[in-house]
């Protein structure tokens, strides 16, 4: 799979920045640490925890309103985003970890996680998309996404700008320079009571929320990913391109999946960081690795059972790890779309059932992955070149939603 020249130096985003190396210090009391936290809810509790992955206590417990359906962190990592579809409420949480570019080096400052005082209260709270200095949180009933500033939020203001819709809907709102692509719900039929509208594409509107060029077509658009200048959509027919242009309005483009692709769609999807390609799940027991520069896109992976979880390495730039039902990890190469290496790591949690059943979840330390086991009450962490296990933590509860912070850098 081609890849377009110049982007594998590019940093690998959020926790690849503990892959650089560092000068020497500039002070004989400066040095080179790393560090590290795991923030995990419980699919039950109405709580996030704070673990220290190195001697495996929790830090922290900060109670939220009701059972956390997404844990979402920006795109600096200093701040998580705990959203409770079901309790319209959003907490937000300080990770209390700062890593500050340099060109030639980071600097690591930490402090105490901290749950913060805004509450971002809304009707159905679903999608938060980091971005940058903003997160833009969705509220389905309303149909409307608020922008908030990361550092207004760790100053204690939960000011926010507000990007409407045509309708409530299940929908999203992503910032793109001065412009934003929201989706659009289709409100050519009835719904019943209690419903809302499908989705029948996507549009760009502009800061004053004045649509600029077409809908797009993209029917049932559903997850989002960025990836080196570009912003991709699951949909039905394909996946949705949106693509900066150079201080313009963005420009939407289908990139339809083609007679010779199995029967399947895209509706969850990860972007590359150093790399320009997207990891998208396709159907119940396969992937599809996207490259929207190629006039072949789509590279169909077949697994041997169902994905229950996947997320992209942001130091291995070209793996991806995959939890599968039948309990095993895989690594995959995402330039082949080959399954490089395998190995079992708890009992098989099957697909069947409801989305909130309790299932393993997958997140990235540098040199080691995370995997939630709710059966057992453990997170459990893997070497991330020889998949042996290093370390089990003892949670107890159903941990669910696992996200990594961290990294390394200078402390003075």
């Not at 309005?249 to 029967?263: I, R, S, T, V, W």
């Not at 027991?285 to 994905?307: A, G, M, N, T, Y």
Request: hydrophobic residues 40%; contains cysteine; aromatic residues 6%.
């Amino acid at each position: 799979m081609f890849m377009r020249p110049g982007l594998t130096g590019l940093a690998a985003g959020l926790m690849s920045i503990s892959a650089l190396s560092f000068a020497e210090p500039a002070f004989a009391s400066d040095e080179t640490r790393e560090s590290w936290r795991l923030f995990v809810t419980d699919q039950t509790k109405a709580e996030v925890s704070v673990i220290n992955p190195d001697s495996g206590t929790v830090e922290n417990t900060f109670p939220t309103t009701g059972y956390v359906t997404h844990l979402v962190a920006s795109d600096s990592g200093k701040t998580l985003f705990a959203v409770q579809m079901d309790h319209d409420m959003v907490n937000v949480i300080s990770s209390g970890i700062t890593l500050s570019s340099h060109g030639d080096h980071s600097d690591l400052k930490v402090t105490d996680a901290a749950l913060l005082p805004a509450q971002l209260d809304g009707q159905r709270p679903v999608h938060a998309v980091p971005h940058g200095d903003k997160i833009i949180q969705f509220y389905d009933q309303q149909g409307e996404g608020h922008v908030f500033s990361e550092r207004g939020l760790l100053d204690g203001k939960a000011d926010y700008q507000t990007v409407k819709t045509a309708a409530p809907h299940h929908g999203v709102v992503v910032p793109m320079g001065d412009y934003f692509v929201v989706s659009e719900p289709n409100l050519a039929n009835p719904v019943k009571e209690g419903e809302l509208p499908p989705r029948k594409g996507a549009k760009v509107i502009d800061h004053n929320g004045q649509q600029v060029g077409d809908i797009a077509t993209c029917t049932g658009l559903h997850g989002e990913a960025y990836s080196a200048g570009l912003v991709a959509f699951g949909c039905e027919e394909g996946v949705l391109i949106a693509e900066a242009n150079h201080g313009d309005a963005p420009q939407l483009h289908l990139l339809p999946y083609g007679d010779d692709m199995p029967e399947g769609k895209v509706g969850h999807l990860a972007g590359g960081k150093a790399m320009q390609f997207f990891l998208g799940d396709y159907g119940a027991d396969k992937l599809v690795v996207i490259d929207p520069s190629s006039d072949k896109p789509f590279s169909v992976v077949e697994l041997p059972v169902r994905h229950v979880h996947f997320i992209l390495d942001p130091v291995r730039v070209k793996i991806a790890y995959v939890f599968t039902e039948d309990g095993k990890l895989h690594a995959l190469d995402v330039l082949s779309g080959k399954i490089i290496q395998s190995t079992r790591v708890t009992e098989p949690y099957s697909k069947d059932g409801h989305w909130r059943d309790p299932r393993p979840r997958l997140a990235v330390m540098k040199d080691s992955i995370a995997i939630t086991d709710p059966k057992n009450g453990l997170i459990r962490l893997l070497d991330a070149e020889s998949f042996k296990e290093r370390k089990t933590i003892k949670t107890g509860g159903l941990p669910f939603n696992i996200v990594a912070i961290g990294g390394s850098g200078l402390v003075h």
